[in-house]
């Protein structure tokens, strides 16, 4: 399907359920991409920070248990963490990034060939949530998810996710999976609505996206970023909150919205994990987490699993 077909069909199915929601994967366009790299620098942002500490303590580690001759990284971004791992597996390495964002993918790639001249860069331009399919590349491999992005899926996404990367995985092969953890509340909400409103333009540029795509006429002043903790299903969800009454056309989509006054639309869910609960939703996709490893703060985890 053509990226406006996947996102008319998104915008459809999603406006019209409620509570409404659409999907995060429409956060990065190449705003939503810069946006969420500013994210990544907020002082009030730890995972960022957390899963650089650890990757920098143990990028060795890494690089060591898995002898990976290809480093295949999903939801790649700005792959500016990735140097840790490249740097640490040494050459030859193939460098695998997928992402759906081509500005991200075509500015890692450039970044990390400059640095490292060596380096064999196959760039996938794809959503990993439509199966893993991975071009033919040395092994073993490594495969990495950082940035806590399993965390965005919803748990039956996640655990369809994980069988897909067992699935692609071989004998020798390994995953390297970074998860948020559980934490006091305040720590999480002040990371997902921050000082200086970063994440709330980053929530709201989804409207943009919308109206740029599907020839909307979202007005993003009309609502309030919203981020909620939800203490039962241990989730952040970020949410967009009609300030007043709003009707909103939606050509593209052959659709007109209204929401009441007060009326949210959820945009992201971020999962906050356990250790136990990542062994088991690990287990249930026939992986193996043979290391883990967390920050000094016991604020994030970063684990390697084999098949
Ligand atoms: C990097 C995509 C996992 O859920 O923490 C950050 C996205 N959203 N602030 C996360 C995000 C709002 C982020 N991921």
Not at 120 to 146: E, K, M, S, W, Y
Request: aromatic fraction near 6%.
């Amino acid at each position: 399907m053509s990226h406006a077909g996947a996102l008319r069909s998104d915008v459809l199915l999603g406006f019209s359920r409620s509570p409404r929601r659409i999907p995060p994967r429409w956060f990065h366009d190449a705003r939503g991409s810069e946006l969420s790299e500013r994210i990544t620098r907020l002082p009030e942002y730890y995972p960022a920070a957390a899963e650089r500490e650890i990757l920098r303590e143990r990028a060795a580690a890494i690089a060591s248990a898995t002898a990976a001759r290809t480093l295949v990284e999903i939801g790649s971004g700005s792959s500016e963490k990735t140097g840790l791992l490249i740097d640490a597996l040494g050459s030859p390495l193939t460098y695998v990034p997928v992402d759906i964002s081509e500005s991200a993918l075509t500015g890692a790639a450039h970044a990390l060939l400059a640095r490292n001249p060596g380096l064999t860069v196959h760039a996938v331009l794809a959503d990993f949530q439509n199966g893993l399919v991975l071009p033919a590349a040395p092994g073993p491999r490594l495969i990495c998810f950082l940035g806590s992005t399993v965390g965005n899926l919803l748990p039956a996404e996640r655990a369809a996710f994980l069988l897909s990367v067992r699935a692609a995985l071989q004998p020798g092969d390994a995953l390297l999976l970074g998860t948020d953890l559980v934490k006091d509340e305040a720590t999480l909400m002040a990371a997902y609505d921050d000082g200086q409103g970063v994440t709330a333009a980053f929530n709201k540029n989804v409207l943009s996206v919308i109206n740029r795509e599907l020839g909307a006429d979202f007005d993003p002043a009309d609502f309030d970023h919203v981020a909620h903790w939800d203490a039962g299903r241990e989730r952040i969800e970020l949410r967009l909150r009609a300030r007043r009454a709003v009707t909103a056309r939606i050509p593209g989509a052959g659709l007109t919205v209204a929401l009441r006054s007060g009326e949210e639309i959820c945009t992201e869910v971020s999962a906050k994990f356990r250790r136990e609960g990542l062994r088991s939703e690990l287990a249930a996709a026939w992986l193996d987490p043979v290391l883990m490893w967390t920050d000094a703060l016991d604020r994030y985890a970063i684990t390697l699993a084999v098949p």
